[in-house]
């Protein structure tokens, strides 16, 4: 049995990621090295994973060792992209609509708790400021928009392969508001009005007033909490 591994860099900072040849067949080594303040459940990652392949949106996760330290799946080919353009926005529009419709029966994260775990490990005053408006802009959320959520759809963890995208790294995966998604597509890849409109119109059958309002909240809302993840973490 032959192997040939290689360790692929900027995938992530919280897992080393190889890419393993055996047999003349790719796969993917994700070694889990960092221990989040947010709580991780790796079953539960695999589990929303093998519903996404099963939804061509992920790759098909293989094995997970029995002590959750490292997972494995299929070698996924396509490139990283630094910008979207319309077509691709409605590409990854299409590939959130399949994401969101998938059944995922558990409690959903509570971003407010989160706010608030945050508030008793980060007590300089700027993170205080942060955590106190995005609290008070997740107040009346609509319950009807919690879906299963990728949660961290940044650059490196989306794949395009001709007219299609593929997710990866499915750790922070869970119910969430569909709004987090989405307004994390548009910091991420920096839309400018237009494309944020053509991702809305793409995303909805009927684009309303109110789901404006929603990205520019969530907006706000992600870009403060991954300022504090990053603060808490490294």
């Known amino acids: 049995m032959k192997k040939k591994i290689k360790k692929l860099e900027g995938q992530g900072l919280c897992n080393e990621v190889y890419k393993i040849n055996r047999n003349n067949k790719d ?8 221990k989040h303040n947010i709580s991780i459940n790796r079953k539960q990652e695999f589990i929303i994973q093998q519903k ?7 790759s098909k996760p293989i094995h997970l060792d029995k002590k959750q330290t490292f997972m ?18 409605k590409v990854v529009a299409k590939a959130l609509k399949k994401l969101h419709k998938i ?4 409690k959903p994260y509570s971003l407010k708790n989160e706010f608030k775990n945050y508030k008793k490990i980060l007590t300089d005053a700027s993170s205080k400021k942060l955590i106190k408006k995005s609290i008070k802009l997740l107040k009346n959320q609509n319950q009807n928009d919690l879906v299963l959520c990728h949660n961290d759809l940044n650059k490196q963890n989306m794949i395009f392969n001709k007219n299609r995208v593929f997710f990866i790294d499915w ?4 119910i969430n508001n569909r709004y987090f998604d989405l307004a994390t597509i548009c910091i991420k890849y920096n839309l400018n ?17 109110k789901y404006h309002k929603s ?9 403060n909490y991954w300022k504090l993840w990053f603060k808490a973490n490294f």
Do not use: M, P, W
């Not at 796969?27 to 960092?34: A, S």
């Not at 750790?171 to 869970?174: D, G, H, I, P, Y």
């Not at 990205?215 to 870009?223: D, F, R, V």
């Open 52 to 58: 996404a392949y099963e939804k061509t949106l992920a």
């Open 103 to 106: 059944r995922h029966n558990k």
């Open 171 to 174: 750790e922070f995966a869970s």
């Open 193 to 209: 009005k237009k494309k944020e409109k053509i991702l809305l119109n793409s995303y909805f059958t009927n684009v309303k007033q």
């Open 215 to 223: 990205i520019k909240n969530y907006k706000i809302i992600c870009t």
């Open 27 to 34: 796969l993917i080594l994700r070694v889990f090295k960092k």
């Open 72 to 89: 494995t799946c299929k070698y996924l080919k396509g490139i990283h992209k630094k910008s979207l353009s319309r077509k691709d926005i």
